[in-house]
């Protein structure tokens, strides 16, 4: 009998937006209909936020921010950890909507609540430690000079769909900790755990306007970036989204961190335990369907262990138990929407045409899962040209490429070719290769040996394409302050 979870053990709240001390139902950007990626049943009618609420959202933290700064760092830490807390103690359910949110199987999203709890409690942490330095001055040491870190004001996080709960996690706490009031504009087909989150931000005790929530489109995302009380942005999505703002902002010459795209690749060698190496190598581009900007989807594999290797990669693929996200032996889920369903179909059947590899494994529907739902089969284009689409694209699905290579130099060549530079992933048993080789790769971060990416302590982000600018990290918190040189002649009184 399959371990499936009762029926309903929990209920999508009905969502709507948070500003100020106002919950809102109604938007001017109409309504979207939000549907179970693992069926395509509608499951909610999603308010959309216009450019009025918008507007509203940023008034509300603009005006919480003048006291927000001010209070004692300790009580910001305080009411993270809190947050924090009360994320933890509601864990099954943020599991849960989760995967009916975006079809990632339960069993995958079940960690990513304690993840929020530590991304929390590890920027709460930096608000009392946030602090200047004292400057020399070599000519003059009648001048006392000195540095504040200062919060920006308000700051607008605009936000992807793939990762609800860890996208909030990597910018609500650093931006909160270091004195900014935020608003925050998840896109409409993910409102479910921002909205849930809100409730339990008001069962922390947060001020109102601190945090403020209002979902919608690029309409919304507009109104936002283009306001001018708002100071800084945040931003996660793709890299085209990330061009039009940096447009939109540029006449304004705002900041933003940007949190784009990526193709990266893992480079198999031929010392590296093979089991472990190919185990990773499998799973790790398939979670949340290949939804996932750092996922390591181009493998790049030593000519000569390519036979077994590839072979041994199917097996794995083969054995992933595909289909319904509410159940817990699920290991593959659907994609988000039948629009990234057909995207990633019609990628599929053009790199097929174009020749660009051979198709080894997958590539269509699969079997006994709803037809109705979302789902694309885990598949594999091996042989693959480094310089075609299937390659040097996106593909944001469950579509892994692998390339062979004879030489280090070569597989250096073919991993720094894309336009992105994310993340990069190398299996080997030998320290000074992998030495050699972090030196050269092109990537915000460079993972060994299955070691974890997005850790809260460790500054995570891109290069080129994949953009700039860090979360995570003491690095990441520093985003969210500007330093402010104080200078006192003390000769004078
Ligand atoms: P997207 O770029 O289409 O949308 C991102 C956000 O921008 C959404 O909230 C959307 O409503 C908003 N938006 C759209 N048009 C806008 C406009 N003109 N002005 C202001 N806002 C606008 O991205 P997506 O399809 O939602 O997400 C997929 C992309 O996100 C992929 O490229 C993926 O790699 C990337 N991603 C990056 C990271 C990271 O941390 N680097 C994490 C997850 C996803």
């Given at each position: 009998?399959?371990?499936?979870?009762?029926?309903?053990p929990f209920s999508l709240p009905k969502p709507g937006f948070i500003i100020g001390d106002q919950c809102i139902y109604?938007?001017?950007?109409?309504?979207?209909?939000?549907?179970?990626?693992?069926?395509?049943?509608?499951?909610?009618?999603?308010?959309?936020?216009?450019?009025?609420?918008?507007?509203?959202a940023?008034?509300a933290a603009?005006t919480a921010?003048?006291d927000w700064?001010?209070i004692a760092?300790s009580k910001r830490r305080d009411l993270l950890f809190k947050l924090a807390d009360l994320v933890t103690e509601n864990s099954e359910e943020f599991a849960w909507i989760g995967?009916r949110e975006?079809?990632?199987?339960?069993?995958?999203?079940?960690?990513i609540p304690q993840k929020f709890e530590a991304w929390t409690k590890y920027a709460a942490g930096?608000a009392?430690?946030?602090?200047?330095?004292?400057?020399?001055?070599?000519?003059?040491?009648?001048?006392?000079?000195?540095?504040?870190?200062?919060?920006?004001?308000?700051?607008?996080m605009?936000l992807?769909?793939?990762?609800p709960l860890m996208a909030l996690a990597?910018k609500l706490g650093p931006a909160l900790a270091?004195?900014n009031t935020v608003v925050i504009?998840p896109?409409?087909?993910t409102p479910f755990t921002a909205f849930r989150l809100m409730q339990l931000v008001q069962q922390a005790g947060f001020p109102p306007g601190v945090i403020n929530l209002v979902t919608?489109?690029?309409?919304?995302?507009?109104?936002?970036?283009?306001?001018?009380?708002?100071?800084?942005?945040?931003?996660?999505?793709?890299?085209?989204?990330?061009?039009?703002?940096?447009?939109?902002?540029?006449?304004?010459?705002?900041?933003?961190?940007?949190?784009?795209?990526?193709?990266?690749?893992?480079?198999?060698?031929?010392?590296?335990?093979?089991?472990?190496?190919?185990?990773?190598?499998?799973?790790?581009?398939?979670?949340?369907?290949?939804?996932?900007?750092?996922?390591?989807?181009?493998?790049?594999?030593?000519?000569?262990?390519?036979?077994?290797?590839?072979?041994?990669?199917?097996?794995?693929?083969?054995?992933?138990?595909?289909?319904?996200?509410?159940?817990?032996?699920?290991?593959?889920?659907?994609?988000?929407?039948?629009?990234?369903?057909?995207?990633?179909?019609?990628?599929?059947?053009?790199?097929?045409?174009?020749?660009?590899?051979?198709?080894?494994?997958?590539?269509?529907?699969?079997?006994?899962?709803?037809?109705?739902?979302?789902?694309?089969?885990?598949?594999?284009?091996?042989?693959?040209?480094?310089?075609?689409?299937?390659?040097?694209?996106?593909?944001?699905?469950?579509?892994?490429?692998?390339?062979?290579?004879?030489?280090?130099?070569?597989?250096?060549?073919?991993?720094?070719?894309?336009?992105?530079?994310?993340?990069?992933?190398?299996?080997?048993?030998?320290?000074?290769?992998?030495?050699?080789?972090?030196?050269?790769?092109?990537?915000?971060?460079?993972?060994?040996?299955?070691?974890?990416?997005?850790?809260?302590?460790?500054?995570?982000?891109?290069?080129?394409?994949?953009?700039?600018?860090?979360?995570?990290?003491?690095?990441?918190?520093?985003?969210?302050?500007?330093?402010?040189?104080?200078?006192?002649?003390?000769?004078?009184?």
């Amino acid at each position: 009998m399959k371990n499936k979870e009762p029926k309903e053990p929990f209920s999508l709240p009905k969502p709507g937006f948070i500003i100020g001390d106002q919950c809102i139902y109604n938007g001017n950007g109409g309504n979207f209909e939000h549907r179970f990626p693992g069926n395509g049943e509608i499951q909610c009618q999603i308010p959309i936020a216009g450019a009025i609420e918008v507007e509203k959202a940023i008034l509300a933290a603009d005006t919480a921010f003048s006291d927000w700064k001010k209070i004692a760092a300790s009580k910001r830490r305080d009411l993270l950890f809190k947050l924090a807390d009360l994320v933890t103690e509601n864990s099954e359910e943020f599991a849960w909507i989760g995967a009916r949110e975006v079809g990632s199987p339960i069993s995958g999203v079940r960690m990513i609540p304690q993840k929020f709890e530590a991304w929390t409690k590890y920027a709460a942490g930096w608000a009392d430690k946030l602090e200047g330095r004292v400057v020399s001055n070599p000519r003059d040491d009648s001048v006392l000079d000195y540095t504040l870190l200062e919060p920006y004001g308000v700051i607008g996080m605009i936000l992807t769909w793939n990762g609800p709960l860890m996208a909030l996690a990597m910018k609500l706490g650093p931006a909160l900790a270091a004195g900014n009031t935020v608003v925050i504009k998840p896109p409409e087909s993910t409102p479910f755990t921002a909205f849930r989150l809100m409730q339990l931000v008001q069962q922390a005790g947060f001020p109102p306007g601190v945090i403020n929530l209002v979902t919608g489109g690029a309409e919304a995302g507009q109104a936002l970036v283009k306001h001018p009380l708002v100071k800084k942005i945040a931003f996660t999505g793709g890299t085209q989204i990330a061009k039009n703002i940096a447009t939109s902002i540029a006449p304004l010459l705002k900041p933003a961190i940007w949190e784009l795209g990526g193709k990266s690749a893992n480079l198999i060698f031929s010392d590296a335990d093979m089991q472990s190496a190919v185990r990773y190598s499998a799973r790790q581009p398939l979670f949340l369907a290949g939804q996932g900007c750092i996922l390591p989807t181009r493998l790049l594999v030593e000519k000569n262990i390519e036979a077994e290797f590839t072979e041994r990669l199917i097996a794995e693929v083969a054995s992933l138990q595909i289909g319904d996200p509410m159940e817990y032996e699920t290991e593959l889920g659907p994609v988000i929407s039948k629009s990234a369903q057909s995207r990633i179909f019609d990628m599929i059947s053009k790199s097929k045409e174009l020749g660009d590899g051979t198709l080894s494994f997958g590539g269509g529907l699969p079997k006994d899962v709803d037809p109705n739902g979302y789902f694309v089969e885990p598949t594999i284009f091996t042989n693959v040209k480094p310089n075609s689409l299937i390659a040097q694209k996106e593909c944001f699905g469950p579509v892994i490429v692998l390339m062979p290579f004879k030489t280090e130099d070569e597989a250096i060549e073919i991993a720094n070719s894309t336009a992105f530079g994310l993340g990069a992933y190398i299996q080997s048993s030998d320290i000074s290769r992998c030495n050699r080789l972090i030196e050269k790769l092109h990537a915000g971060g460079i993972f060994i040996n299955g070691a974890p990416t997005a850790r809260e302590n460790a500054p995570f982000g891109g290069l080129e394409f994949s953009g700039f600018g860090r979360e995570g990290g003491r690095d990441g918190m520093l985003e969210y302050t500007r330093v402010k040189n104080i200078g006192i002649n003390t000769s004078r009184q």
